[in-house]
């Protein structure tokens, strides 16, 4: 959670030095016993892209079940607040099995789970359909399925979301 956190914090100040002034900026981090908190704030311009640094932290910010508040003032600065519980995720079902799967297996899985076929799979990621069959051989061999359907079942229970080469919740 510490190196997700520092990551998220390492975002969060990128995008405050990247507005054109930045007179001053406060990081603090605090604990309320069950949550890190987390306050990035300035005195920039209060012209933040906020869209960017949610879409930028989500993908953490999901695995770890935290949550994000962003407030820019015109003329006055930008806030971002980051809540991180520091209890764990839960492991999901059949998570464990996913670890014998290789980071493009993983990703091949992610898209069998929301029923993509070989050739929009293969578009997707530039290679070929018949690397595309070796994959997903190989995705339903590791995981002892009999076909793309139980290996889906298996990828979304774990908690894959499509374009992710994780799951979601349970690894980072």
């Known amino acids: 959670m510490a190196h997700a956190a520092r990551a998220m914090v390492r975002a969060i100040v990128l995008a405050f030095t990247a507005q054109p002034v930045l007179p001053r900026m406060r990081i603090a981090w605090d604990?309320?016993?069950?949550?890190?908190?987390?306050?990035?704030?300035?005195?920039?311009?209060g012209d933040?892209?906020?869209?960017?640094?949610?879409?930028?932290?989500?993908?953490r910010l999901q695995t770890l079940r935290g949550r994000i508040d962003i407030e820019s003032i015109a003329g006055w600065g930008s806030r971002v607040t980051l809540t991180i519980p520091l209890d764990p995720p839960a492991v999901r079902p059949d998570e464990h099995l996913l670890s014998t799967l290789n980071p493009r297996e993983l990703e091949v899985l992610a898209h069998l789970a929301v029923g993509k076929r070989n050739r929009?799979?293969?578009?997707?990621?530039?290679?070929?359909q018949s690397t595309i069959k070796f994959h997903?051989?190989?995705?339903?061999?590791?995981?002892?399925?009999?076909?793309?359907?139980?290996?889906?079942?298996?990828?979304?229970?774990?908690?894959?979301v499509s374009g992710e080469a994780h799951p979601a919740p349970g690894r980072s």
Do not use: M
């Not at 604990?31 to 311009?45: A, T």
């Not at 061999?141 to 979304?156: C, F, P, Q, T, W």
């Open 48 to 59: 933040i892209d906020r869209t960017a640094l949610t879409r930028q932290l989500s993908g």
């Open 31 to 45: 604990c309320d016993g069950d949550n890190v908190l987390i306050e990035v704030r300035d005195q920039g311009p």
């Open 120 to 128: 929009a799979i293969a578009e997707e990621l530039g290679i070929s």
């Open 136 to 160: 997903v051989a190989s995705v339903l061999k590791k995981l002892d399925v009999a076909n793309r359907g139980e290996a889906s079942a298996i990828g979304i229970r774990a908690g894959i």
